[in-house]
């Protein structure tokens, strides 16, 4: 039932001492909040220290056309806020992951996985810019409506072709075999009246020691995909309790609220990103919101909207989580085994069981082990 080219069962990683997930954990939230951080400083650098207009009057030496402009300065911001990161995410995605033990890459497997990402990525990000830069030089003030509706069809569509087009360039899927497992999960899906378009296993081990199980793609693309470590790893009672929770979320329509939720945050956030962005134009020395060099402003605005309704959005992440848990749960009547699965996901992704409850609010998008535990078993 595993993933084809995967020659060596992963062993689970038995934390160090009892201090090893807290230590991992923390390391892995204080690197991402100095990486954020010093995006942030950057970009106020370059709108600040008159940085932006510089880069923007050179590039305007090579490139007259203001499109071909508005690419070049993002593809070059861009560069230099990779460069920057980049040691933070070598530590956290390479270095801290082999001192855990949980990690099966080599640098260079590590580097390769890194720059594709990068790749495939930024083709959407100067995609996006470009049609940022178009509705404001076109719509005017309301120019957040134009980037909204773009923004939302870009998500569907690219929900809707992950699966098939984006995530076969990181892994390899491969139909589950028929066997027990295929058999639990299809009468699930069929006592809940879900039809999927397949069952898939990927090759994770070939990356890392975690497991990991889900729903992916809306529409025709909808699948089931089963991490090879978690199949490799968890019994079978253990890994329908792990499905029945991702069916769950199917259930409670978890998808379409979030693509709701998402959709209102984003034109929320263009909204005030717009009004805070056109008010503090003549603060940094800008005299139209059409300035390419301005673009840095808009990201910082834009940015702090995202952080400050974070807290909001994972906390509704957290209802529909324990949502899927009390659904998987009742579905399968096996309380025990969903248990058991949530123990060895907490070992064999170093996941801490109790963080400080301030850090869960604020960074969590899945309650903490610890408390999905509580919970299930205060189930009658």
Not at 126 to 138: F, K, N, P
Not at 179 to 208: D, H, M, P, Y
Not at 323 to 346: C, M, N, P
């Amino acid at each position: 039932m595993a993933s084809e080219g995967v020659h060596e069962p992963p062993v689970l990683p038995t934390p160090q001492n009892p201090g090893s997930a807290k230590t991992y954990n923390r390391a892995k939230l204080l690197t991402g909040l100095i990486s954020s951080g010093l995006r942030f400083v950057l970009l106020l650098a370059l709108v600040v220290l008159g940085f932006s207009q510089g880069l923007v009057l050179l590039i305007r030496s090579f490139v007259p056309n203001d499109y071909a402009v508005v690419v070049v300065f993002t593809a070059s911001v861009g560069v230099m806020l990779g460069v920057i990161t980049f040691p933070l995410k070598m530590f956290s995605g390479y270095s801290l992951e082999h001192r855990y033990k949980l990690s099966n890459q080599t640098f260079g497997r590590w580097a390769w996985e890194y720059g594709k990402g990068v790749l495939v990525s930024l083709p959407f990000m100067i995609g996006m810019v470009t049609v940022l830069y178009y509705s404001l030089a076109t719509y005017g003030s309301q120019w957040w409506l134009a980037v909204g509706v773009a923004v939302t069809l870009l998500s569907i569509v690219l929900a809707r072709l992950a699966p098939t087009l984006i995530m076969p360039l990181f892994y390899k899927f491969t139909p589950l075999d028929a066997g027990e497992i295929q058999e639990r999960i299809v009468s699930l899906c069929s006592k809940a009246g879900v039809r999927i378009e397949g069952i898939f296993t990927f090759n994770l081990s070939k990356n890392t020691r975690k497991a990991n199980a889900g729903f992916t793609g809306i529409g025709k693309s909808k699948r089931i995909v089963l991490g090879d470590t978690l199949v490799k790893n968890f019994t079978a009672d253990e890994i329908e309790t792990v499905f029945a929770h991702e069916l769950g979320h199917y259930k409670h329509k978890h998808i379409l609220v979030g693509i709701v939720s998402g959709t209102v945050a984003t034109f929320a956030g263009l909204f005030l990103g717009g009004q805070m962005f056109d008010w503090s134009l003549d603060v940094f020395g800008f005299s139209a919101r059409t300035e390419i060099a301005a673009l840095p402003l808009l990201a910082l605005w834009l940015a702090l909207f995202s952080m400050a309704t974070g807290p909001l959005s994972n906390a509704l992440s957290r209802r529909h989580e324990r949502q899927a848990d009390w659904y998987a749960v009742r579905t399968t009547g096996k309380r025990d085994s969903f248990i058991s699965a949530l123990r060895k996901l907490e070992v064999t992704n170093l996941a801490d069981p109790h963080p400080h409850a301030a850090v869960e609010w604020l960074f969590y998008s899945h309650p903490s082990i610890g408390r999905r535990i509580a919970l299930i078993q205060s189930m009658e």
